[in-house]
């Protein structure tokens, strides 16, 4: 960590952790909103493949969710990355990534990272790409969702971004 996160924690959500990571996400205005549901049970069920940033009285700020593909278990699949506004431009989105691949890696031989992104999302475009670079990996794009894929309204694609192999 820089040192203008070294008063921050990056930890496992908890359930008591879901509702402000819904209002993160909500408050983001650029993610998709899931159920508030979703997201108490994501802090239960995928823990283990998310991780939280925490202020120095331990609040969420910011968080990275996941999980490992099932039919492809050297790969996690990154869901949703967020930072509470007042957070952001201190690196605490790659900070998380960093820290949850590394622990994924770890704990689940995760090899590869992927995740979805809109066209014209350039801070996820950003944070993804660097990521690759930083850890000398190859980056593929292609589109995982056509608009018409999705049932409820115009919603624009979804372009797989695909990183790997990861070899530190």
Request: proline share 5%; hydrophobic share 40%; aromatic share 8%.
């Amino acid at each position: 960590m820089t040192a203008a996160q070294a008063d921050l924690q990056i930890d496992r959500p908890t359930v008591a952790d879901g509702a402000v990571l819904w209002r993160i996400a909500r408050d983001s205005k650029v993610l998709d909103l899931n159920s508030s549901y979703s997201y108490l049970l994501w802090c239960r069920d995928f823990a283990a493949t998310s991780a939280v940033v925490r202020d120095q009285g331990g609040e969420p700020i910011g968080f990275v969710t996941g999980y490992v593909r099932p039919d492809s278990p050297g790969t996690l699949l990154v869901w949703q990355v967020a930072v509470d506004e007042k957070h952001r431009g201190r690196g605490l989105a790659a900070a998380l990534l960093d820290g949850l691949v590394a622990r994924t890696a770890a704990e689940h031989g995760v090899t590869t990272v992927e995740t979805t992104i809109t066209p014209g999302n350039t801070a996820s475009e950003r944070l993804f790409t660097a990521f690759a670079e930083r850890h000398g990996a190859r980056l593929e794009r292609e589109v995982l969702f056509e608009t018409a894929h999705f049932p409820d309204g115009p919603h624009d694609p979804e372009v797989l971004y695909r990183i790997g192999p990861l070899t530190d």
